[in-house]
């Protein structure tokens, strides 16, 4: 008798301990719904917002090619295409930091620091236009500034350029393969196409844009407390589209002078400098936020290296906005969702 009244209590412990069980779980997926329910408002409105990434930046002037992109590769790491053969695109480019050297200026052949902060060659061939000041239309045209710059790549003109890449052999054999239907094939326009063709395919999904795609689950919840936060913010007045940014102009300090914020040393005109149009005062190219959390310093002349700090002058300079320490916190934290794969080009 007691060791059935004994095996009957073991029966009903277990019992009580399953229900207790089933109803953490049940806790759990009701919790887990509350989530997707708090957050599917934003999803939906994040997916009007932004965009995903194409696995490459197509230019019908310049169509893709494995040929081109393999010379275009060899010359934006060749410190050839520099006065005194210490310098290639990717000294002030580096692939390895993702597309920026991380300093405030480059340091060019000379010794000497450039006058603005080298933007990042990652997702570039997207943005509306090229350099700060959106001078130049696209990559190709980018290309060739560096080279023939003073300050930068010093190379006297054009026809050095060709001069040492005609000398070599296999540089002669790679121009053959990538333009075949040229006469000339080595001239300064095929190297600009060349190594435009490269950055095309520098291009860094992250796991943002699963999300944006559908992933509902490629966020955390976290995340998207900041994605929320930086929209509620009116940070997607200038960052938004594919490239959260690189699609518009705007001038540097709607509310206030960007200098005294950021301790500038030097006030920069921006785009002013190209159209000497007033209307063109501090105004310059929005970047794109991909990789921000890897491509301090920030701003067109590096001279704030935190990202909380860049954050909270932007609020203040363009929305007039005072953030908390929590806001900035969250928003830090949707950004680092920014940050993408090295891409496809560089793994062989």
């Not at 045209?141 to 010093?154: D, F, K």
């Not at 966020?219 to 699609?247: A, M, V």
């Not at 105004?283 to 921000?292: A, D, E, G, M, Y």
């Amino acid at each position: 008798m007691k060791r059935s009244s004994f095996l009957i209590l073991i029966i009903l412990i277990l019992f009580s301990c399953q229900n207790e069980n089933k109803k953490e779980v049940i806790k759990e997926e009701v919790k887990q719904e509350t989530k997707a329910n708090e957050f599917a408002e934003l999803d939906k409105q994040a997916r009007t917002i932004f965009g995903v990434l194409d696995k490459e930046a197509v230019n019908p002037k310049n169509p893709i090619t494995p040929e081109k992109v393999a010379l275009g590769k060899k010359l934006y790491f060749d410190k050839l295409l520099s006065l005194d053969k210490v310098q290639s695109c990717n000294t002030c480019h580096n692939v390895e930091t993702y597309g920026v050297d991380n300093k405030q200026f480059s340091i060019g052949d000379k010794g000497k620091p450039g006058g603005r902060n080298s933007p990042t060659t990652f997702n570039a061939a997207f943005h509306i236009a090229q350099f700060w000041d959106g001078r130049e239309p696209d990559v190709e045209a980018q290309a060739g500034g560096p080279m023939l710059n003073p300050v930068e790549m010093a190379m006297p003109n054009e026809k050095e350029v060709i001069k040492r890449l005609s000398s070599d052999k296999e540089y002669k054999e790679m121009f053959d393969k990538a333009f075949p239907n040229d006469k000339q094939k080595i001239n300064f326009e095929n190297v600009k196409k060349a190594i435009g063709a490269f950055e095309r395919k520098l291009v860094t999904p992250s796991k943002f844009d699963k999300y944006i795609a559908g992933d509902d689950n490629a966020l955390s919840p976290e995340e998207k407390k900041g994605l929320q936060t930086f929209i509620n913010s009116g940070c997607i007045s200038c960052h938004s589209g594919k490239l959260l940014g690189g699609n518009m102009f705007q001038k540097f300090g709607l509310f206030g002078n960007y200098w005294e914020f950021t301790q500038s040393k030097k006030i920069d005109n921006g785009k002013f400098d190209v159209t000497k149009k007033e209307e063109d005062k501090y105004v310059f190219k929005v970047p794109s936020l991909r990789n921000i959390e890897k491509t301090f310093p920030y701003f067109h002349d590096g001279s704030v290296k935190n990202l909380e700090d860049a954050v909270r002058i932007m609020a203040k300079l363009q929305n007039n906005k005072d953030l908390t320490d929590t806001q900035v916190k969250e928003i830090v934290t949707f950004l680092k969702t920014l940050t993408g794969e090295k891409p496809e080009v560089l793994m062989n």
